[in-house]
């Protein structure tokens, strides 16, 4: 059993920044393949950006690249989503994902919900304009 617990959101103004983390507990490797998720309201939740088990590459989703950024820090059993230029439309409740495997390269698949195993509850960040 691994337990995911995001912290950081909140409210923020258009163009301000924000940093999301995600604590990692339980039965867990530090180098299982880490992602987030955003679902805004009404919509469907969806894939933000992974990071490989031991930092070896990243993926970030078109409309997020150059503003977030995710990493992590294994030795503290922790992954990070760095939130800067803030927009309206990244209004969302942003999850914490991780697989169970220690994948060093992230793959086409690894943005579908169900490569997952691990779910946090989920952080809700407002972006005001």
């Known amino acids: 059993q691994v337990q995911l617990v995001e912290s950081g959101g909140g409210l923020v103004q258009a163009g301000g920044s924000l940093r999301l983390s995600c604590a990692a507990a339980?039965?867990?490797?530090?180098?299982?393949?880490k992602a987030w998720f955003r679902q805004p309201p009404g919509k469907e939740r969806e894939f933000v950006a992974a990071?490989?088990?031991?930092?070896?590459?990243?993926y970030h989703i078109p409309s997020v690249q150059g503003r977030f950024t995710i990493s992590r820090d294994n030795a503290k059993n922790m992954v990070y989503l760095q939130m800067n230029s803030l927009k309206p439309e990244d209004t969302a409740i942003y999850y914490c994902?991780?697989?169970?495997?220690?994948?060093?390269?992230?793959?086409?698949?690894?943005?579908?919900?169900?490569?997952?195993?691990?779910w946090g509850q989920g952080t809700q960040v407002t972006v005001s304009s």
């Open positions: 994902a991780a697989r169970a495997s220690e994948i060093s390269h992230i793959s086409t698949g690894d943005t579908r919900e169900s490569r997952y195993d691990y």
């Open positions: 990071i490989s088990g031991n930092d070896e590459s990243t």
């Open positions: 339980g039965r867990t490797s530090s180098r299982y393949l």
